[in-house]
């Protein structure tokens, strides 16, 4: 327990330990980007980035730094926070770590959604479209099917599971469906990638995030307690269902919006609340800090999938898949004993 | 009229009914206990007394008002609630939990003041938990948990406390340790509900009994005045004697044996 601080009538009660894990993490977010938009086949000494963005570098600068690599490192930041916020916030809901949109057939509604759309020669509005849609259609799905006499977390899972698998299917039945050049960039799609993301690709997340960050704020205590069972929340006075209400839609939107702009990344929303709780050491879901690490972990995984074999570009999907079934399979593991 | 009163309640999940036509009169500043057999409608009840279920028909008013239509966190000032069965959140500790208790104290710009410490803390010492503050609640034994949730009940400081079976993971010197802790949270002028199995306990500690079966109110009063031997057999399908409690006086069931004739107890 800390120290509280108190003036007059007010009074907080600071987590020095969450402060300084989330400015930690804001660090190596801005220190990732940097990397990222300095370095590469044609380096940007870090001191000219700056210049580049307002449009007083040199040419060449100008062109690398604002429409290549700073529009995909926002993007990857933005996803990654979007990823985040939305897998701590069904975490919370269901108390369960694989209580993931990216598990339970959030993500790949928003897929099938976009697949659909690339498929039928869409738009890049017409994907994101397809995205949103899908997203929300399978949620409505999934919750619809979980529902006896209200949701219970471990039913939702199990339900998600289901969905996500009959999703999977219908993607690679569409691909089947689709001309050749359609099926390679739906399938690319699919991998989940920050490969050409332009601003136009960052902008509706960061609006997205801006507008639900701070519903997130507002439920993040609430939903807390709520991890208590519905009845020990209600009990200290807190309107469950509104909160749930408003935590499902904000979850839904972010993990719409996210794939939206990547496709289908896993892991991140799966992995990030878990890493963020472990690194706070607070106990059940943290909302702030799950957003904070999503970004760090796509921003890391991004680089890394650029770099590691280059010059061959990985799709950044590929990587926190692989990342990430190792990291569940270690979680399953340690549950088993 | 009593603060906290349900009148002419239809309880159900969904199509179930649990209890119709229930009409319940909680009396201000008494120690009210609820028996019944097990799926009667025990928790329901208190569960409805509490805003947790919203009556079909019917309404439980608090100070007058219909409970649902009060502010949740005023009602959660005046009235709280330790339900039969809660989720201990990974990782968290006594302390922390006992303080998510004064949730309905606390405002954005006031969420750790000096009477919150206070209450945290008195409400650890009355349930004997302050040495284990520290302590991650899942690594506890069953009845040393059912304490730290009663310390986070408590540290709402409510005038009104229901509590869903408080003593039912506790081993015999907690239970009493527990129902003394209730029976001095009564002297100091609260109103306690409680649900408890074991009968002479309940009659042992409460000043109001309500006995249900199947939902319905069979006989409330007085523990010396409730309690009969018809009753309980009509209640709990159990033949029985009753005597006075040595230590209180208050009726004490005896189950009847089942062979009368076995070799007397050697002194
Ligand atoms: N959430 C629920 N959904 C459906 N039925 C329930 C639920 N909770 C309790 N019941 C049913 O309502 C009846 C009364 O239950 P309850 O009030 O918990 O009994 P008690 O506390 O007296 O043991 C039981 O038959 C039980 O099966
Ligand atoms: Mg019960």
């Given at each position: 327990m800390t120290t509280p601080v108190r003036v007059g009538p007010y009074s907080m009660r600071p987590a020095p330990r969450a402060l300084v894990v989330s400015l930690a993490l804001v660090a190596a977010s801005v220190a990732l980007a940097l990397v990222a938009i300095s370095t590469g086949e044609f380096t940007v000494p870090v001191a000219d980035i700056?210049?580049?963005l307002f449009g007083q570098g040199t040419p060449v600068a100008e062109l690398i730094v604002?429409?290549?690599?700073?529009p995909r490192v926002v993007t990857g930041l933005a996803v990654g926070a979007a990823f985040g916020l939305s897998g701590a916030i069904f975490q919370s809901l269901t108390r369960n770590p694989l209580g993931s949109p990216d598990f339970i057939g959030f993500t790949a509604g928003a897929a099938t959604g976009g697949v659909l759309a690339v498929v039928m020669g869409g738009t890049a509005v017409q994907i994101a479209a397809g995205s949103m849609f899908g997203c929300v259609i399978s949620a409505?799905?999934?919750y619809a099917l979980a529902f006896r006499r209200g949701v219970q977390g471990y039913r939702l899972v199990l339900v998600g599971i289901g969905v996500n698998a009959v999703l999977l299917a219908a993607d690679n039945y569409l691909l089947t469906k689709a001309n050749i050049n359609d099926a390679a960039n739906a399938g690319a799609w699919l991998n989940g990638s920050l490969s050409g993301r332009g601003w136009d690709h960052a902008l509706p997340v960061a609006i997205a995030l801006a507008v639900l960050v701070p519903v997130c704020c507002a439920v993040s205590r609430p939903l807390r307690m709520m991890e208590m069972g519905d009845d020990a929340a209600r009990a200290v006075g807190i309107r469950v269902e509104p909160v749930r209400a408003a935590a499902i839609v904000a979850g839904v939107l972010l993990c719409g919006v996210a794939t939206a702009a990547a496709g289908p990344v896993m892991f991140v929303a799966m992995a990030a609340p878990q890493l963020?709780?472990?690194l706070t050491r607070s106990p059940g879901v943290t909302l702030i800090a799950s957003a904070l690490t999503g970004a760090v972990l796509l921003t890391a995984a991004d680089l890394a999938a650029q770099r590691l074999l280059a010059p061959t570009q990985l799709p950044v999907g590929v990587l926190t898949a692989a990342i990430g079934g190792t990291y569940l399979a270690l979680l399953l593991r340690k549950d088993r004993r | 009229m009593a603060r906290l009163?349900?009148?002419?309640?239809t309880l159900a999940y969904e199509q179930r009914v649990v209890a119709s036509s229930l009409n319940v009169e909680i009396p201000d500043e008494s120690f009210t206990v609820i028996i019944g057999p097990n799926a009667c409608g025990k928790s329901t009840l208190l569960r409805a007394l509490a805003r947790m279920l919203r009556p079909k028909t019917g309404a439980v008013h608090l100070d007058g008002s219909v409970i649902t239509s009060l502010p949740s966190k005023e009602v959660a000032r005046r009235l709280g609630l330790l339900p039969q069965t809660s989720i201990v959140p990974d990782g968290i500790?006594?302390?922390?939990?006992?303080?998510r208790g004064r949730y309905p104290h606390q405002r954005l710009m006031r969420q750790w003041s000096k009477a919150d410490?206070?209450?945290?803390?008195s409400a650890m010492a009355a349930t004997d938990v302050t040495s284990l503050s520290e302590r991650i609640v899942d690594e506890l034994s069953g009845g040393q948990r059912q304490r730290v949730w009663l310390a986070m009940a408590l540290a709402q400081e409510t005038p009104i406390l229901l509590l869903d079976e408080p003593t039912t993971y506790l081993d015999i010197s907690h239970q009493i340790e527990v129902l003394d802790l209730c029976a001095d949270l009564h002297e100091q002028g609260r109103t306690m509900v409680a649900v408890l199995h074991d009968l002479n306990q309940a009659c042992r500690y409460a000043t109001h009994l309500i006995v249900m079966r199947d939902g319905v109110l069979v006989a409330e009063g007085e523990p010396a005045a409730v309690m009969t031997p018809d009753l309980v057999e009509q209640v709990f399908d159990l033949r029985c004697e009753i005597i006075a409690d040595p230590q209180s006086g208050t009726p004490l069931i005896v189950p009847e044996a089942r062979r009368r004739a076995r070799t007397p107890v050697a002194h």
């Open positions: 700056v210049t580049a604002s429409q290549l690599r700073a409505v799905l999934v963020a709780r472990r | 009163t349900g009148s002419d309640l500790t006594v302390a922390d939990l006992v303080a410490e206070v209450a945290v803390a």
